[in-house]
């Protein structure tokens, strides 16, 4: 599974961008996905999760509230809506596919991984 992350860049603190990440095959929707990301200096961490049917969603205590995960599987595509934008939000983001269908905040059960699109909070 090959994933393409787009909707990156740079944006104000308190602005909004939404992260698009297109899987294309006909099993995207057999697939749990989920984002994380990255900061100069800092390990990957898990920031939302959808499972295949949307029915279950999990967000990180940090972006709780302004972040949304989303998919659409007629069009093979996860979102992360992200409002409310913090210095703090800047980071490479991964969109990630977890076969199981579940979903997860752990990025050990992602078996396919997106390039990775920086995000940069800065005024």
């Known amino acids: 599974v090959q994933l393409q992350a787009s909707g990156g860049g740079l944006v104000q603190p308190g602005g909004s961008l939404r992260l698009s990440c297109v899987a294309p095959?006909?099993?995207?929707?057999?697939?749990?996905m989920g984002w994380f990301r990255q900061a100069p200096g800092k390990e990957r961490e898990f920031v939302a999760t959808?499972?295949?049917?949307?029915?279950?969603?999990y967000y990180a205590s940090s972006v709780k509230g302004r972040f949304t995960i989303s998919r659409e599987n007629a069009k093979n595509t996860v979102y992360l809506q992200m409002n409310s934008l913090k210095r703090e939000d800047t980071a490479v983001y991964y969109c990630?596919?977890?076969?199981?269908?579940?979903?997860?905040?752990?990025?050990?059960?992602?078996?396919?991984w997106g390039q990775g699109i920086q995000v940069t909070v800065s005024s």
């Open positions: 095959g006909r099993t995207f929707r057999d697939y749990g």
């Open positions: 959808i499972n295949w049917s949307s029915d279950s969603t």
């Open positions: 990630a596919a977890d076969p199981s269908g579940l979903g997860s905040s752990r990025a050990d059960r992602y078996d396919y």
